[in-house]
């Protein structure tokens, strides 16, 4: 291994420039994966900075950074049924439901560290589960964010097509009817109805198409584009160009399409009172009985306490695996050993946060973890200054309340894609490998990720046991 790419020492003026940056560079996320939860774009902002501030405490890996991702979002509205329950309920009631189910996630990742799944999960899952997984819900991400992008109100213009639609309509009674499985096709369901977005662009908003196609090819070539006119982008500069051009882009030609919206003010008296009322946090805790017990949050896994603890507790396994690849990569890379019952505990005390504060279940994020390392990181004080900016930046916030909603959704879809059209991890397994890393991408992507991931790792561990059982007789 190089200097180079040893572990750097402390430096606390590099830390404080790195998670300044990295405040910056994240935003743009925090509001796009607000989208992929499915509650209001503003929550994203409003909720991050507690869960990372605990997190900076806990963690024994100075790079890692966490947060809502691609990943929990989706499997947190999966898990919820959001989409329904947001019908029914409104986006008041799902924001507490999906606090609510943060607390349960955190708790089960508590008690799972205390059981040491931790290493388990560090250990024994097989490969082809993993690179299936991570496939299915890289896939499902774009199937997430595609509406976004291209029809008018997104999600909202989707549900109508599908009720308007013969053919959709039709096609998804069919599914839905499909014995065992279509109870659980919720995925296939999604799929298709991408399927026919993308077939019929006459239903697609030209200025919405435009937006999220220009910007998804820009920040996808961004390093090519840039080193045309002689500049070396650093590293969240494309994303910040997008997110200030496509806003203002926004405000000078009236767009009429779906934007992160209004940001509600906040209240110079309420928050977290420091310093003898000195100084006010801006930061708001939930009531967490009233989370536990009034949301609704046992109804939605049939009023059954074992059911929601069982799903939590997949999530949050789920969620540590993301950790356990990052963690893996920058100790092969920079040499940083790491405790996987520490970062299990570190999950699990950024999910209680998360949930009293508002926040989706939060994971380590692969993508800012890389921009902490390569903007100077040298310890958790750049993830403290980074949440810091987040809660103390919170009244300024309200300058993306024009950002339009497709931008947002091609920076999503623009890091992900890649691996989605080359998934060559799948591709060089053979034999057994192969199709268990199929079966578990496809099962995440047209089921669930819940379901993908533990029918996959069944199917893995009851394959290895009848094949050793063959060779030895």
Request: hydrophobic share 50%; net charge positive.
């Amino acid at each position: 291994m190089s200097s180079s790419a040893k572990m750097p020492k402390r430096n606390p003026i590099s830390d404080v420039i790195s998670g300044m940056v990295m405040a910056m560079t994240s935003v743009p996320q925090l509001i796009a994966y607000a989208e992929l939860v499915g509650y209001a774009s503003y929550r994203g902002l409003t909720t991050a900075g507690p869960s990372l501030a605990a997190f900076s405490f806990f963690t024994g890996v100075p790079f890692l950074n966490t947060g809502v991702t691609s990943l929990t979002a989706v499997m947190a509205k999966s898990d919820l049924g959001g989409d329904a329950f947001l019908a029914e309920q409104g986006e008041e009631a799902y924001a507490k439901l999906v606090a609510a189910y943060s607390l349960v996630v955190g708790l089960t990742s508590l008690l799972l560290a205390l059981a040491g799944v931790g290493g388990i999960a560090q250990n024994l899952v097989p490969k082809p589960v993993q690179a299936g997984f991570k496939w299915g819900c890289a896939a499902n991400v774009i199937v997430s964010a595609f509406p976004t992008g291209v029809l008018i109100n997104g999600s909202s213009t989707l549900k109508g097509l599908a009720q308007s639609a013969g053919i959709l309509r039709s096609t998804i009674s069919i599914i839905k009817g499909i014995p065992v499985v279509g109870a659980m096709a919720n995925g296939a369901v999604n799929v298709f109805k991408v399927l026919y977005t993308i077939v019929s662009p006459f239903e697609w908003y030209p200025l919405s198409a435009a937006i999220f196609f220009g910007s998804t090819y820009f920040v996808m070539n961004s390093k090519s584009i840039m080193a045309k006119v002689g500049i070396t982008p650093s590293p969240g500069a494309d994303v910040i160009f997008v997110t200030i051009y496509t806003t203002v882009l926004s405000i000078a030609f009236g767009y009429d399409g779906g934007v992160v919206g209004k940001i509600p003010s906040i209240d110079a008296d309420s928050g977290i009172s420091l310093f003898g009322g000195k100084f006010i946090l801006p930061v708001t805790p939930l009531n967490i009985k009233d989370l536990l017990f009034d949301s609704g949050l046992v109804e939605q896994f049939g009023g059954s306490w074992l059911s929601l603890l069982i799903t939590a507790s997949i999530n949050s396994v789920i969620s540590f695996l993301s950790t356990v690849g990052i963690c893996l990569t920058f100790e092969a890379e920079n040499g940083h050993a790491w405790s996987a019952t520490r970062e299990l505990n570190a999950q699990g005390v950024a999910c209680l946060v998360a949930g009293a504060t508002g926040s989706a279940p939060v994971g380590a994020s692969l993508s800012r973890s890389l921009v902490a390392r390569m903007t100077g990181t040298t310890s958790s004080l750049a993830a403290l200054v980074t949440a810091a900016c987040w809660m103390l930046l919170l009244p300024f916030m309200s300058v993306m309340s024009d950002t339009p909603k497709c931008a947002l959704s091609a920076i999503i879809v623009s890091a992900v894609i890649r691996g989605v059209a080359k998934p060559k991890q799948l591709m060089a397994f053979q034999g057994i490998d192969f199709f268990i890393g199929w079966y578990t991408a496809m099962a995440t992507l047209l089921l669930s990720p819940t379901v993908g991931f533990g029918t996959g790792a069944v199917l893995a561990v009851g394959i290895r046991l009848v094949t050793k059982k063959s060779k030895k007789d």
